[in-house]
């Protein structure tokens, strides 16, 4: 199983970044993928979430800026990043799970397998 993560990069304050993510699995189907990330001295934090079955879930510092998108039976997922602001500076990673009840929270417990990570710089 693999997560490959795409799309990072350094913008100013206001602007875009479009995220990909693409998993691979030799085991069937992921019921969820989503996006984490990690600033510089904090833990983890999930960003965004999606099932399988459609449900979606963000983070309060993201709504109404932050889209997720993708086909999880195709394992892809992808992350629109509007009015980007210096706090959303962090390495985001990519996660896909499979847990034994069938769909994901937004919780680290739930992703299984990890990308890398892709770096994503807003400046003031």
């Known amino acids: 199983a693999q997560v490959v993560e795409s799309g990072g990069g350094s913008v100013q304050d206001g602007g875009s970044l479009r995220l990909s993510c693409a998993a691979s699995t030799s085991t069937g189907s992921y019921y969820c993928m989503a996006w984490f990330r990690q600033a510089p001295g904090k833990e983890r934090e999930g960003v965004a979430l999606m099932n399988r079955g459609g449900y979606i879930r963000y983070v309060d510092s993201v709504k109404g800026r932050f889209r997720i998108s993708g086909d999880i039976a195709r394992n892809t997922l992808y992350l629109q990043m509007n009015n980007l602001k210096p706090e959303d500076t962090a390495v985001y990673y990519c996660?896909?799970?499979?847990?034994?009840?069938?769909?994901?929270?937004?919780?680290?417990?739930?992703?299984?397998?990890w990308g890398q990570g892709t770096q994503v710089t807003v400046s003031s």
């Open positions: 996660a896909a799970g499979r847990p034994g009840r069938g769909y994901c929270e937004l919780t680290e417990s739930d992703l299984s397998v």
